[in-house]
Nanobody, 116 residues
Framework: QVQLVESGGGLVQPGGSLRLSCAVS????????MAWYRQAPGKKRELVAQ???????GYSDSVKGRFTISKDNAKNTVYLQMNSLKPEDTAVYYC??????????WGQGTQVTVSS
């Protein structure tokens, strides 16, 4: 059974940092890509970052240089380190995997709010 459980969201001031975690069961990190998406109120869900089974990473232009995706194969956990946060980063963040495959699965989401 596949399960993805995000944690680590919260309220942070502009310029601050947060680290999101996604505990995954039922998906092998050694043969699948994983990803983080986000959805702001009134907007479509957008891809933020993805990571291959070989740890090659990719980012949307809006977060490049500020966010870092990583994974721990031993813990079956995917992370999203978010630095220099901006109000426009406010959204519900979702863990996704296996990225680009059918079927694909989603976590329940974790709220990130960037505000002073």
């Amino acid at each position: 059974q596949v399960q993805l459980v995000e944690s680590g969201g919260g309220l942070v001031q502009p310029g601050g940092s947060l680290r999101l975690s996604c505990a995954v069961s039922g998906i092998s990190f050694t043969s699948n890509w994983m990803a983080w998406y986000r959805q702001a109120p009134g907007k479509k869900r957008e891809l933020v970052a993805q990571i291959t089974y070989g740890d090659v990473t990719g980012y949307s232009d809006s977060v490049k240089g500020r966010f870092t995706i990583s994974k721990d194969n031993a813990k079956n956990t995917v992370y999203l380190q978010m630095n220099s946060l901006k109000p426009e980063d406010t959204a519900v963040y979702y863990c996704n995997g296996p990225f680009g495959q059918t079927p694909t699965y989603w976590g329940q989401g974790t709220q990130v709010t960037v505000s002073s």
